[in-house]
């Protein structure tokens, strides 16, 4: 294990540290950042109000419009030349979110990206093949540090121009991947097309986070790649990559406790929830000094369980998140997240994995069109086309209880992702 005196700390001691780190970046958001002076004094909290961990849920939630209301640095809470990166992530509207690092900051994220891809497996003298995307996404330097820092040779690849990551994975001996699950998706159907067979090449380990993906697409990419996929989360705001990661074990996803504090709230009542109640993900930075976040609300839905995991690292686990609040489309009623949909679809016969939903308004009804391709090299007849159309159709609505249409597309039709996939096509917002 890379830090084991951490990854294994026993509770009570966990939650001293965190309480001691916990005082101190109150303290710092509060002194050094005036949204967060205004925020407190607003509501009339004090950081000295912090004197037990369960005191956290005093103090006010972060959201994504506070980062754009300060664009670009106003959120920084040490002066803009003691912060050495820069990451920027661009969302569908407005100013893009804007986060900083300090060199300490940068520093124990390299040792959260080392110790999450240790725990998937990876080990020092590996070489690892990032395939994440490079630049104002956090994805690609994250988890380029995260290798360095472990020891292994990183080959900084980024996304795109599939046949050459194929011949360079193979070439260089590659045998952890990483990259997000719908690009590593990608990577296995262009091989095959290529008549390349990946499960025979030294590829052992994925790395694949970045957006929601389900069991049925893990069992897909280990069986098409021949490899054990790990999920890996992480968001911009609270540091990018590494903030949890599953290890071998796949059940659930360490979120390391010792730099941040998670609580699950319920998203109407906004009070926290305990441990195995399903809500969203609130986070809170213990160390970060360019860009500490109090009570940052992830959007992210899912469920917390502190119960001790096989592998003996004690912090707590996140169990996959299966989509966000706002990604969540209401279909007549129908709570509807698009990782559902492809639990449902993958590995059914005759399907490909790759899907895109679109929403419609007809008249006041919303109404849900599922694309899904034909696997390669099946019947391409129009009869066995809407065979396979009926059982998905069945499956979803007997599954997950919404009717939709299932239009089936020849194979390669639905668009490739190079990065995070776009899974909604959502067509009610252009008649508006
Ligand atoms: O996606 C950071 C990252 C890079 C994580 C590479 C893992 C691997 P953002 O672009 O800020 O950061 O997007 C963060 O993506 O709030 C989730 O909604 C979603 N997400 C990230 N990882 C997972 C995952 C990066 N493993 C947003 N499962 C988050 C489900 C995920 N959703």
């Given amino acids: 294990m890379y830090q084991p005196d951490i990854e294994t700390m026993p509770r009570d001691k966990l939650a001293e540290l965190q309480l001691a780190r916990l005082k101190k970046i109150v303290k710092h958001a509060y002194d050094n950042v005036p949204h967060y002076k205004a925020s407190f004094d607003k509501i009339g909290v004090k950081p000295e109000d912090l004197q037990t961990l369960a005191d956290i849920a005093k103090f006010p939630f972060t959201v994504k419009t506070d980062l754009r209301d300060n664009y670009p640095f106003k959120m920084f809470a040490v002066p803009r030349e003691k912060v050495v990166r820069i990451h920027a992530s661009s969302g569908t509207t407005g100013k893009p979110t804007v986060v900083g690092y300090t060199p300490a900051d940068i520093g124990n994220w390299a040792d959260l990206m080392a110790r999450s891809m240790m725990g998937a497996g990876a080990r020092p003298g590996d070489v690892i093949h990032n395939a994440y995307g490079y630049g104002l996404f956090t994805g690609g330097l994250g988890a380029h540090y995260g290798a360095e820092r472990l020891g292994a040779s990183v080959v900084p690849m980024s996304g795109g121009n599939t046949e050459k990551q194929i011949v360079l994975i193979q070439d260089f001996g590659a045998r952890v991947l990483c990259a997000t699950p719908s690009y590593a998706l990608n990577i296995a159907e262009v091989a095959e097309k290529e008549g390349v067979d990946m499960r025979k090449s030294s590829l052992k380990i994925g790395v694949f986070g970045a957006e929601p ?38 059940a659930g996803l360490h979120g390391w406790e010792d730099q941040f504090l998670f609580e699950i709230v319920d998203p109407d009542t906004m009070h926290p929830v305990p441990f195995g109640q399903a809500g969203e993900l609130v986070i809170t930075t213990l160390t970060k000094e360019a860009l500490p976040m109090i009570r940052y609300r992830t959007r992210d839905i899912t469920k917390l369980t502190d119960e001790k995991c096989a592998c003996g690292r004690t912090h707590l686990r996140i169990l996959r998140v299966t989509g966000r609040n706002d990604d969540m489309l209401i279909i007549r009623g129908v709570n509807v997240y698009p990782s559902q949909i492809e639990a449902v679809m993958v590995g059914r016969p005759g399907v490909s994995p790759h899907y895109q939903l679109v929403v419609q308004r007809e008249g006041n009804l919303d109404t849900l069109t599922v694309e899904i391709e034909a696997e ?32 089936v597309l020849s194979p390669g039709e639905i668009p490739r992702s190079m990065g995070k996939a776009v899974r909604v096509r959502d067509l009610r917002k252009k008649a508006t």
């Fill in 376 to 407: 390669p090299g099946m019947a391409t007849s129009q009869d066995a086309y809407d065979a396979i159309g009926r059982d998905v159709q069945h499956h979803i609505k007997s599954l997950i209880g919404v009717s939709c249409r299932v239009v």
């Fill in 213 to 250: 993906w389900s069991e049925q697409m893990r069992a897909e990419l280990d069986e098409r790649l021949g490899i054990k996929a790990v999920d890996i989360y992480g968001l911009s705001e609270i540091m990018g990559p590494g903030v949890a990661a599953e290890c071998e074990e796949r």
